[in-house]
Nanobody
């Protein structure tokens, strides 16, 4: 069982950067692939980025590729999402998720554990 808590969200302007953090508690964090998803008002939850158990495989949505970077620190049970060149369309609640022995799936159904989310608002 893994519990996830996101932090780092806030209100920023277009072009700014923000780093989201996800703290995982529980056992065997290193056995979980980790992902970030987001949900904007009135829209379905969508995939943002994922990192595999082995940390070598990463996966990004086309909309954030070359702007966002996902990383993990297994010694601290943390996963991060560095968001650069933010746009108003990045405004959403961002969720961290854990996928047991995951390889970086973009499918929300692959993830067994979810955090409560952190709000990111990008003003134009």
């Amino acid at each position: 069982q893994v519990q996830l808590v996101e932090s780092g969200g806030g209100l920023v302007q277009t072009g700014d950067s923000l780093r989201l953090s996800c703290a995982a508690s529980g056992r065997a964090f290193g056995n979980y692939g980790m992902g970030w998803f987001r949900q904007a008002p009135g829209k379905e939850r969508e995939f943002v980025a994922a990192i595999a158990v082995n940390s070598r495989n990463t996966n990004y949505a086309n909309s954030v590729k070359d702007r966002f970077i996902i990383s993990r620190d297994n010694t601290k049970n943390m996963v991060y999402l560095q968001m650069n060149s933010l746009k108003p369309e990045d405004t959403a609640v961002y969720y961290c998720a854990a996928d047991y022995w995951g390889s970086g799936s973009a499918s929300a159904s692959s993830y067994e554990h979810w955090g409560q989310g952190t709000q990111v608002t990008v003003s134009s």
